[in-house]
T-cell receptor, first 119, second 110 residues
C-alpha cells in the first residue's frame, strides 16, 4: 500500500514570496490533515479536511495560509506572503474516515514532510 | 483540547526496557490514548493505541490505570534504532484532532 506522498521535499524561498505544497493521501482515506512542525516542537494542526470540506482550520493563519482539497483527494497548502517564522516542516497526514470512529481512535498516516526555509 | 505532559528526554542502553509515562488529567470519558514515534526527517508513525488496562502489539505495550489520567508506553529491549521522539496523544472530541506537545526524546546508547 502506497503511503502519503508530499512534494517538494525541500524548498528555500525569500520572505514575502509565495510557496505551495502538495499532498496525495493514501487511497480511500477521506480525512486529510496539514501540520506545521517547527524545529524542536511537536506537530501543530493547521487544517483538517473530511473529503473536500473543512472540518477544522482554527489554527490556520488565514491572512497568509490557504489550503484546498477540491476533489476530495489531493490537497495543496499555500503560503502567501511567507515570513521568516514560517520556516518549518509541513506534514500532511491522512486517515480512513474520522466519522467512522470518534474520540481520536483513527490512526493518522504521515507523509515525509516538506522542509521550508524562509530567508 | 486535552493536553498531555511527558518527560522532555530519557536515556537508555541497548537491551533495556524503557517506560515513558504520560499525564493526561483532562482526558474525556470516551477518548482514546495513542502513541506516535518520530525519527528525524520523517513524519510521525503510529505505535500503539488503547482505552483502558493493557494493550500489547509487536513493538510495544501500553498500560493505562483505571482512572485513565496517565498512561505508560513500554518498549521492551530497546535498540539503537529506537532512538526517536515519542508523542503521547489524546483524541479530541469527535474530530480525531490531536495535540502533539513536545514529546519525549529517547536516546538509546550502545
Amino acid at each position: 500500500e502506497a503511503g502519503v506522498a508530499q512534494s517538494p521535499r525541500y524548498k528555500i524561498i525569500e520572505k514575502r514570496q509565495s510557496v505551495a505544497f502538495w499532498c496525495n493521501p493514501i487511497s480511500g482515506h477521506a480525512t486529510l490533515y496539514w501540520y506545521q512542525q517547527i524545529l524542536g516542537q511537536g506537530p501543530k494542526l493547521l487544517i483538517q479536511f473530511q473529503n473536500n470540506g473543512v472540518v477544522d482550520d482554527s489554527q490556520l493563519p488565514k491572512d497568509r495560509f490557504s489550503a484546498e482539497r477540491l476533489k476530495g483527494v489531493d490537497s495543496t497548502l499555500k503560503i502567501q506572503p511567507a515570513k521568516l517564522e514560517d520556516s518549518a516542516v509541513y506534514l500532511c497526514a491522512s486517515s480512513l474516515d474520522l466519522w467512522a470512529s470518534g474520540r481520536g481512535q483513527e490512526t493518522q498516516y504521515f507523509g515525509p514532510g516538506t522542509r521550508l526555509l524562509v530567508l | 483540547l486535552a493536553k498531555t505532559t511527558q518527560p522532555i528526554s530519557m536515556d537508555s542502553y541497548e537491551g533495556q526496557e524503557v517506560n515513558i509515562t504520560c499525564s493526561h488529567n483532562n482526558i474525556a470519558t470516551n477518548d482514546y490514548i495513542t502513541w506516535y514515534q518520530q525519527f528525524p526527517s520523517q513524519g510521525p508513525r503510529f505505535i500503539i493505541q488503547g482505552y483502558k488496562t493493557k494493550v500489547t502489539n509487536e513493538v510495544a505495550s501500553l498500560f493505562i490505570p483505571a482512572d485513565r489520567k496517565s498512561s505508560t508506553l513500554s518498549l521492551p529491549r530497546v535498540s539503537l534504532s529506537d532512538t526517536a521522539v515519542y508523542y503521547c496523544l489524546v483524541g479530541e472530541g469527535n474530530f480525531n484532532k490531536f495535540y502533539f506537545g513536545s514529546g519525549t526524546k529517547l536516546n538509546v546508547k550502545p
